[in-house]
């Protein structure tokens, strides 16, 4: 048995999909336990490339099933488009949504929007997906969950109550006309009840089952732990907890069920969003890393913002997660990158930061002090698939010789590295389950 948590060590986008689409081949449940369809995990199998936001990555494998947990924000519509996405390709998964996951209604979009347009320099630079409103409501017990919306005479009740106060909420605070009535999206939300109703049942039970029967169970995190509304940098994050504590309250097992928490790294640094980022580069390494990469947002299509890789962030994380191993992505990527830099700490106010301060304007005014590495050259995709089948030791000596120094300097093992897009693209050291 096995229960693993597979969480983002940096600011997201750190290839956390490919991550959980390996692991999941030798998982028997799959668990989304965070966030909305703000989150984009891209996954590339048999040459497709699938670019999910709600539905987990373990759903490529319709013989698993894959858990929406009662800490996800969901939204039908994304949920639905996400399904005929692999109904067109033949794929049918196993989803179970939990009644206790809460609904991103419209009116919390629309109030996305006016809020960060509210927010000035403390926007958080959000998807607009409704997220943070729905996660308020939550808070304030204000929600309408899905265990409701199946319930027709208490979702009518709840939807009136809600409506008729975030129609005032729009127009008195922020000045916006919501124009969508009470009755069209009680009729909208109706018709996605009947379509949700197969899908929804105690999935805590699924789980607690699948402990006593001693099963291979997967969680898998969206954003990333600089992004967690408690321990990233407050307030430009997210509005869910990120971090492994999350995979717990947001599934319904307990932390005493867990044995492995991976942390997913990045080589260098992206994210997406507004506040500061030490180690940010606006260079043409920046824009050849950028390009190569890819490094676009999978839900926004936003540039992101490139920097180099960041010690303090990672220790940080380890902390946060209590990470049991790490998996880095993206090493071709950073190929051809003649000189590569890491910042192994911050300088702020005559003092030596290992982790990041608390404030994000002590971290906005962190010095970071980097050492120089030789990069490794780029030595094609047939070389790249080569490695990945030799192992750790295959790879350049300047590419073992970087990845080590993290390892150490962080005091977490490397479990696998990542050279390319696919499931075979993985050079693995350690499996969470137990064999290669």
């Known amino acids: ?56 990555s373990g759903v490529l494998y319709p013989e698993k099933i894959n858990i929406i947990g009662n800490g996800v924000v969901l939204e039908p519509k994304k949920f639905f488009e996400e399904l005929a996405q692999l109904d067109a390709v033949g794929i049918k998964p196993n989803i179970k949504i939990s009644p206790r996951t809460h609904l991103v209604m419209p009116y919390h979009i629309a109030l996305d929007g006016a809020e960060e347009g509210k927010k000035g320099a403390l926007a958080a630079g959000t998807t607009k997906r409704g997220i943070g409103p729905c996660y308020s409501d939550k808070a304030a017990r204000f929600g309408i969950r899905v265990g409701e919306l199946l319930q027709p005479a208490l979702f009518r009740e709840k939807l009136h109550t809600m409506h008729t106060l975030k129609v005032k909420l729009l127009k008195d605070v922020y ?39 001693k099963k291979k169970v997967l969680f898998e995190g ?25 995979a717990c309250t947001g599934s319904g097992i307990g932390p005493t069920a867990i044995d492995e928490v991976v942390g997913v790294v990045k080589v260098y640094t992206s994210r997406v969003g507004s506040g500061p980022l030490p180690t940010e580069i606006d260079d043409d390494v920046a824009k050849f890393i950028r390009d190569k990469g890819g490094e676009y947002g999978t839900t926004t299509g936003r540039p992101r913002r490139i920097g180099w890789l960041d010690l303090p962030t990672l220790r940080y994380a ?23 830099m890491v910042c192994t700490h911050y300088e702020l106010d005559g003092k030596k930061l290992l982790t990041p301060p608390a404030n994000y ?3 906005a005014r962190c010095k970071p002090i980097y050492q120089a590495f030789a990069g490794w050259d780029d030595v094609g995709d047939d ?42 693209d993985t050079v693995v050291l350690k499996s969470i389950f137990g064999r290669k």
Request: charged share 20%; hydrophobic share 40%.
């Open 383 to 424: 070389k790249w698939h080569e490695c990945a089948r030799n192992g750790f030791k295959s790879l350049s000596k300047e590419a073992q010789a970087y990845l080590k120094f993290v390892s150490e300097e962080v005091g977490v093992p490397i479990y696998l590295v990542g050279v390319g897009p696919g499931r075979e």
């Open 1 to 56: 048995m096995t229960f693993a948590i597979v969480v983002g060590s940096q600011w997201g986008d750190e290839g956390k999909g490919k991550v959980v689409d390996y692991y999941a081949a030798q998982a028997d449940i799959v668990v989304r336990f965070c966030g909305g369809a703000n989150a984009g995990h891209t996954i590339v199998s048999g040459g497709k490339k699938f670019a999910f936001h709600h539905l987990p």
């Open 175 to 213: 000045g916006v006309d919501f124009l969508q009535s009470e009755d069209e999206i009680h009729s909208l939300y109706s018709a996605y009840a009947k379509k949700l109703a197969p899908f929804v049942t105690e999935t805590g039970d699924i789980l607690s089952d699948a402990l006593a029967k």
């Open 361 to 363: 304007t002590d971290i």
């Open 318 to 340: 380890a902390q946060v997660n209590g990470l049991t191993g790490l998996a880095f992505t993206r090493l071709d990527t950073l190929s051809g990158v003649q000189k590569v």
């Open 222 to 246: 969206a954003q990333a732990t600089m992004l967690d509304i408690d321990h990233g940098m407050y307030p430009f994050g997210t509005s869910s907890n990120t971090s492994a504590g999350g």
